[in-house]
T-cell receptor, first 113, second 114 residues
Framework: KNQVEQSPQSLIILEGKNCTLQCNYTVSPFSNLRWYKQDTGRGPVSLTIMTFSENTKSNGRYTATLDADTKQSSLHITASQLSDSASYICVVSASRSANNLFFGTGTRLTVIP | NAGVTQTPKFQVLKTGQSMTLQCAQDMNHEYMSWYRQDPGMGLRLIHYSVGAGITDQGEVPNGYNVSRSTTEDFPLRLLSAAPSQTSVYFC?????????????FGPGTRLTVT
């Protein structure tokens, strides 16, 4: 069964600290993996997209890693800011089409001053 | 560009009522889709369209209809609302870049069915 599991469900960190969010998947075949940021009351916004051949991709203070062999990905946030408070969603695609996406339930990150 | 717009932002319906959730994009994207987001679950695909005049069902299509008469608009119709359709609905449009689809989501419509 194609599944995407994220951990932890929620996380609270102090402003300025780093954190790492995890994503494990069983989707097959694998095409690409995405991380989205979803602010409260807003739609998801893409942070990174990685294909099978990529194992690291950065977007500012966000760095995503992918291990296609173990089917794991992580999102590392450096020097967190209050504006990083959001849900982070891992999405795995089973093909190059836009309709074959498997969404995780997200990690809710709260950054406190 | 306004990106992907959705109306209304909030809606309360009674069981059995019908309504249309509006979605529009001004980026000339061919691909559009509707998702619902429920607590404790990942986004689930309701319907999608690969271009004007072409629609197809996603994972949870029952109780919903769509049409795509123009590239810009992709409305979602609830035929006879049920409490199980209480959810947040997101419309997305996508375009192809380097073989992958880059997806843009609208701000969502929060629907409550009583």
């Amino acid at each position: 069964k194609n599944q995407v599991e994220q951990s932890p469900q929620s996380l609270i960190i102090l402003e300025g600290k780093n954190c790492t969010l995890q994503c494990n998947y069983t989707v097959s075949p694998f095409s690409n993996l995405r991380w989205y940021k979803q602010d409260t009351g807003r739609g998801p916004v893409s942070l990174t997209i990685m294909t099978f051949s990529e194992n690291t991709k950065s977007n500012g203070r966000y760095t995503a890693t992918l291990d296609a062999d173990t089917k794991q990905s992580s999102l590392h946030i450096t020097a967190s800011q209050l504006s990083d408070s959001a849900s982070y969603i891992c999405v795995v695609s089973a093909s190059r089409s836009a309709n074959n996406l498997f969404f995780g339930t997200g990690t809710r990150l709260t950054v406190i001053p | 560009n306004a990106g992907v717009t959705q109306t209304p932002k909030f809606q309360v319906l009674k069981t059995g009522q019908s309504m249309t959730l509006q979605c529009a994009q001004d980026m000339n994207h061919e691909y559009m889709s509707w998702y619902r987001q429920d607590p404790g679950m990942g986004l689930r695909l309701i319907h999608y369209s690969v271009g004007a005049g072409i629609t197809d069902q996603g994972e949870v299509p029952n109780g919903y209809n769509v049409s795509r008469s123009t590239t810009e608009d992709f409305p979602l119709r609830l035929l006879s609302a049920a409490p199980s359709q209480t959810s947040v609905y997101f419309c997305a449009s996508s375009y192809r870049v380097q073989g992958l689809y880059e997806q843009y989501f609208g701000p969502g419509t929060r629907l409550t069915v009583t």
